[in-house]
C-alpha cells in the first residue's frame, strides 16, 4: 500500500510502550498557544490562528472524553481576549 495516497498516517507502535500517546494524541499545547500569544506576527494574524487552533479542539471534542481539551479551549479563549482588548469567544 501506498501511504502517498492514504490521508492518515498509521503510527506503528506497541500499546502501552513509551511511543504510544497517553489519552487522545494533542498536536496543540499550552506552549503552542503561549507562542502564538507572544509571537512578533500581526495581531490578526495571531487571532486567526488562535481561532483555528480553537475550532480543531472544538471538532475533536466529541471523542475528548477525559476534558483534556476544555482546558486548552479555555486558554486559547484568553490569549484571543488578551490579542483583541478583552473582547472573548463565547
Known amino acids: 500500500m501506498n501511504n502517498n495516497d492514504n490521508p492518515i498516517d498509521p503510527i506503528d507502535v506497541q500499546v502501552g510502550g513509551d511511543a504510544d500517546p497517553g489519552g487522545i494524541a494533542q498536536t496543540i499545547t499550552s506552549e503552542d498557544i503561549q507562542a502564538l500569544l507572544l ?48 473582547e472573548a469567544l463565547g
Do not use: C, H, Y
Open 39 to 86: 509571537s512578533p506576527d500581526p495581531v490578526d494574524t495571531r487571532l486567526e490562528a488562535l481561532k483555528q487552533m480553537r475550532a480543531e479542539l472544538e471538532a475533536r471534542a466529541a471523542a475528548d472524553r477525559g476534558e483534556e481539551f476544555a482546558p486548552l479551549i479555555a486558554e486559547i479563549d484568553d490569549a484571543i481576549a488578551q490579542l483583541s482588548g478583552g
